[in-house]
Every structure is written in C-alpha cells, then in structure tokens.
C-alpha cells in the first residue's frame, strides 16, 4: 500500500485544524493551551481514510508566526500540501510565508483550500480565487486543483476528499530501500513502556529488534516496538508516520531535531556545502557570514553563512555557500532546507544540501566552485573521483555510497566506469574489496618506494622500513588491517617488497657497501675464531671501536642473515658454524649414551660451563633436547 504524507500550511485561525477535524473526525489540537486559545501551537497528527481506501497520515502545521518553528518542524516530511486560505481574509502575512517555504522545501504536490466558504457571498468567494491564483503563479502550486469547502456545513467536503485521493494516487512515495532516517519530532514517556519518539520515515525502514542509533547524541538503543497510525506493527517504511519506543531510552537523551539513523550510517557535521536562495522579497541583500537559523528537517539550528564568490547577496540570487554550523546537524545530500534570519526571524531563503560533510574552503576560488558543482550535478563515476582523490582514503563500496548519499547500484557503475578509464584502484581484501583514486593510488606507491630507498641508505645493514613505522607516519588514516592489504597491492603492482614486519623497495637486493661487508667479515671472524667460548659481543665491538648504536645495527644484520645465533643467555652469541657444530657432536653423542650432563657437553664441546648450559638450554628450547632431572635427552 502506497504512504504519502499530507501536511496543512497558511495563516493562523484559517480553518487548518477544523478542516483536519472535518476530514477524519481527529481533533489534532491536544495542548490544554491550544483549546483555550483556539490556535495549534505543536504539531498535529491524524490518519484520514480516503473513498479509495487508501490512507494517508496528516500533520497538521501552527500558523501564528510564533511557531514558524513548529511549523517548520513538520513540513519537512510531507510529500502532499493542503494550502489553507480562509474566504473571509484571503492571502495573509502567514500564507505568504508558508508558501515560501512550500518552495524552498519542493514540495510539488498541493491542493488550495479555500475554507469558511459559508461566511461569504459567491461574488466574494470569486474574488478571493482570483487573487489566491494571481498569489500561486510561478510557485511549486501554480497548477493545483483550487477548492472552496465549508467545515461547518460540509459544502465542498465530499469534493475535496475525491481530489485528495486522486493527487494521493498520483504522488511518488519515498523510497524504502534508502538508509534508515527518522527525523524526531516529538518525544513522550509511555508508564509501563518507556520513551517513545514519533516522526516521518523518511528513507529506509525500522524493524522491531533492530539496534538503532540516536544522532547526533551518538547513543544506541533497541527497537522496542512500533506504531503506525496507533496500530502496532512489526515494522514501518518510508512515508509513515511513525512512533518508535526504544528500550533503555531516557526521555532527556533525545529531543525533537534528533535523528533515528542505522548505527554508524551517518556522520553528524558542522559544516556543509549547498546552493542558497536567498528569495526575492527579502527586505536586504545578505551578507557574508551573517548569522542565520537553519531549519533542516526537524531541528533548527544556529550557524553562519559563508559566501563562497561574493560579499554581499542580493534578493532573489543563487549561489554556492558554506553552512558553519554551532551545533551538529545530520544531513544527506539533495536535503532541502529553510534559512531564517536570526533576528528579527523571518523566511529569508534555503536550498539544497550538497555536501553534507564539507571542508572548509577558501573564498573566490574558481575551483572551488567548480567541485561544488560537480558534486551537484556530476555522474556517479565523477563524483566517486571527486571523493577518492580529495579524501585520499580507502573507501568500502558502502562507505561510497554513504558519503555520497547515492544508492550503491549506481556507485558500482560508476566505479566499473572509473576501472575501465584506469581512473580508480580496487585494493582485495578478504572480505570487503576497497576503493582509492588510481592517481594517488600509484602516488602512494611512488612515494613508498622512494622513502624505503632513503631508508636502505640511512641504514644500509636493515633488512627494510618498518611497517607499523610507515603507517603511523604516512598513512594514519588508514587502519593496521586495510594498511597490509594496500602494501599487498604495491607489492604486486611492483613497488616495494614485503618482509614480515618491514618492506622495502622493489629494487633493493641488500648488498652491502666494501667498507660495511669488511666490517661483517671481521665481525663474524672474531665469533667464529672464538669457536664455542667466544668474546661476549661488548668486547668483540669494543674491539672494533664501535658505537654501541653501530654494534646493535651488525649485530642484529648477523641474526636476521642467520650467521649468528643467539643463546638463551641475553650475552652470548656463536656463529652459526660453531652452532651447527656443537648440534651435531651433541646429537650423535646422544644416539649412543642416551642422555648427557652439563659437565658432559662442556668437555664434548671443549667450552666452558658459561657456554655449555645456554647451549643446552637453546637445544630445550628449539625442542631438540629435553631436561630430565640434570641431564638431557633427545626429544
């Protein structure tokens, strides 16, 4: 079944909430304060059931300047509009206003009600269309159906709800296979139940069960249960009104302007790029950085408005603008929007969200605006190329299409596209293939090998450039796991060599310079000459007149090369040789007497107890040997 949307706009005491009344039997008017004023100061809610059958949720909108706010609260998840014009008055302050908003917001869908059509005369009711007509041209409402009803005497009502039905029938619903977004627009305590907070779905769908996240608070919570139109149900989608009561919600985390998000779908900003109108009968040009309201979805919130390519905004203009918000908003892109001055607050402007997550960007420059604009109109292919080589990350292809507000089928094309023209890198991993801009892809790899290069010749007896080094200075922003799987990627393409915990260019074959191979020989010489009770490492460096950072450089190229072999004991070192030697002799001695003692190895080997235990003890522990009482045995 098809969920639309319909919302009420126009001017105070112009009949909005009795038509509501007249049309679905539902007071909407629920504050103690709303009935002793006869004014709907918050938001109301009803269900009307059309002559189809089809139903469709009503919220009906404050029209006192006052709660503008209000108002704005609700009209921004409506897909149909009842513009209400009372006979008696005609177009007022508040009718101007709210259709200006109408505007802003793009709702195309609307139906002019012309109500208290009892109270005049036919030439009046005449006059009073003539002029709402001239009032509509050139608007979003320029060509819908115009009806005169009565609430009180139901003349027009019958009409009215026949031509509902068939603009509902002929209003595209929202889409449900987009991300979850449910704007708050109201938060109760329910004795017994918890916290529940109400608004329109407008994207995705909420399932019971499922683990939702509160934004910008940042807090998730279980879905509890779910109402549409008072009736319990197993989920809701796009287009419905909805309540939502989540477990462990407090009614003081959550407040209208919130955002009911699938955990970690979105990212709260303080700054977005758009494209502004400033409307044509604002009283003043605009100007840069001035301090304005912006209402998106529900919330209002405080920022400044920064003119990219002027100073000074003159009415009825459109331009690229940055958004400095003072508090976070949560926003995709193609959001409408409303702008109010701060003071005095009046409708002044709005647009189109077109970068919700926006950096800061440098005044009258060309190509800056020029990415606005492709991020505004471009292709999917140029705006995943846009994003990758601005971002310079790796992105997952649901990351892309998060970031991108587009849906992901149309972000695999464009990334198909971008492969083909050898624009873009897909990086394998073992789950989630990873997506990066081709040029700064081999930019890495460029800058990669060269670092590793300067690296061998700093430290010419290293095996390469470590890792985890690499990351923490160069490619923070990546994570330790996607890191390895883009050094994999740079190892196949040709650029580096890997080794387990450092790499190093591909051209790197780790030759030693004269002068360091004669000090390797003369350091291994010394080990081997000293056979199995050789000089401790200190004495053999001192010897050499090395610098206690120099002795640990040889030192640790001699293990890694395998020429030396380090005993238990953290002093003691033997060349390799002499190793493999006291292993064989060990070995065999052990095939004919069973077991050996420490005094038995120590004359076996010609060496000392100092060398003769640490011996045996390595043996241990490479699971040669193993100890039974003081001897030892073969394993």
Not at 149 to 169: H, W
Not at 359 to 377: C, G, Q, W, Y
Request: proline share 3%.
């Amino acid at each position: 079944m098809k969920h639309i949307i319909i919302g009420t706009a126009g001017h105070v005491d112009h009949g909005k909430t009795l038509l509501i009344k007249t049309l679905t039997g539902v007071e909407t008017d629920r504050l103690k304060e709303e009935k002793e004023r006869g004014i709907s100061i918050e938001l109301g809610f009803a269900q009307l059931k059309l002559p189809s059958g089809k139903q469709a949720g009503i919220v009906d909108v404050p029209g006192h300047e006052r709660f503008i706010k209000n108002m704005l609260a609700g009209v921004g998840g409506i897909d149909l509009v009842l513009l209400i014009i009372a006979a008696d008055e005609g177009v007022m302050p508040q009718t101007r206003e709210h259709v200006d908003i109408i505007q802003l917001l793009q709702v195309k869908k609307g139906i002019v009600v012309i109500t208290k059509a009892d109270l005049v005369d036919d030439e009046w009711l005449e006059m009073v269309k003539e002029e709402v007509r001239d009032f509509i041209k050139g608007t979003v409402l320029a060509e819908a159906p115009l009806m005169a009803v009565s609430s009180t005497t139901g003349q027009g009502i019958s009409e009215l709800l026949a031509v509902i039905d068939k603009t509902v029938e002929d209003t595209e619903e929202r889409t449900s296979t987009g991300k979850l977004r449910l704007p708050v627009d109201r938060v109760f305590s329910v004795t017994g139940f918890g916290t529940v907070v109400t608004g329109t779905l407008l994207s995705g769908r909420i399932i019971v069960g499922d683990a939702v996240e509160v934004m910008p608070q940042g807090n998730v919570y279980r879905v509890r249960s779910i109402q549409v139109h008072g009736k319990k149900v197993e989920q809701a989608r796009a287009g419905q009104r909805t309540a939502v009561n989540l477990s462990g919600l407090e009614v003081h985390e959550v407040t209208r302007g919130s955002v009911v998000v699938a955990p970690k779908s979105v990212e709260p900003s303080y700054r977005m790029d758009v494209k502004f109108l400033l409307l044509e009968g604002t009283e003043k040009p605009l100007k840069n950085r001035a301090r304005v309201r912006m209402y998106l979805g529900t919330d209002e919130i405080l920022g400044r408005i920064r003119l990219l390519d002027r100073d000074e905004l003159e009415p009825g203009q459109e331009v690229y603008a940055q958004l400095e918000l003072e508090d976070e908003a949560i926003a995709g892109k193609g959001d409408r929007f409303v702008i109010r001055s701060y003071s005095p607050m009046r409708t002044i402007g709005g647009g189109t969200v077109i970068d919700a997550n926006a950096s800061k960007h440098k005044r009258f420059r060309p190509e800056v605006l020029e990415a606005i604009a492709t991020k505004e109109m471009g292709e999917p292919d140029e705006l995943v190329e846009q994003l990758l080589s601005a971002k310079q990350v790796l992105f997952t292809l649901e990351e892309l299409a998060l970031a991108l507000n587009l849906p992901e089928e149309d972000i695999q094309q464009g990334t198909e596209k971008l492969l083909v023209e050898g624009n873009i890198k897909i990086i394998p991993t073992d789950k989630k293939d990873l997506y990066v801009s081709g040029y700064v892809y081999h930019q890495w790899g460029q800058e990669v090998k060269n670092m590793a290069e300067v690296y061998h010749q700093e430290h010419p007896l290293r095996e390469g450039y470590p890792r985890e080094e690499l990351r923490s200075r160069k490619f923070s922003q990546i994570n330790t796991k996607n890191f390895q799987y883009l050094l994999q990627a740079m190892e196949s393409d040709g650029y580096i060599k890997l080794f387990e915990k450092t790499l190093s260019s591909s051209s790197f074959q780790g030759d030693l310079s004269d002068k360091y191979q004669r000090t390797v020989d003369s350091l291994l010489k010394s080990l081997r000459d000293g056979s199995l009770q050789p000089p401790s490492w200190t004495e053999i460096a001192k010897g050499h007149r090395l610098k206690e950072s120099e002795a640990q450089e040889y030192l640790q190229y001699l293990l890694r090369k395998g020429l030396v072999v380090k005993l238990v004991d953290e002093e003691l070192y033997l060349a390799s040789h002499s190793f493999e030697q006291a292993r064989t002799k060990i070995v065999n001695f052990l095939k004919e007497n069973k077991e050996i003692s420490v005094g038995q190895t120590r004359d076996l080997l010609n060496t000392s107890r100092k060398y003769a235990l640490p011996l045996l003890e390595t043996f241990d522990r490479e699971r040669l040997t193993r100890r039974v009482g003081d001897n030892r045995v073969l394993i």
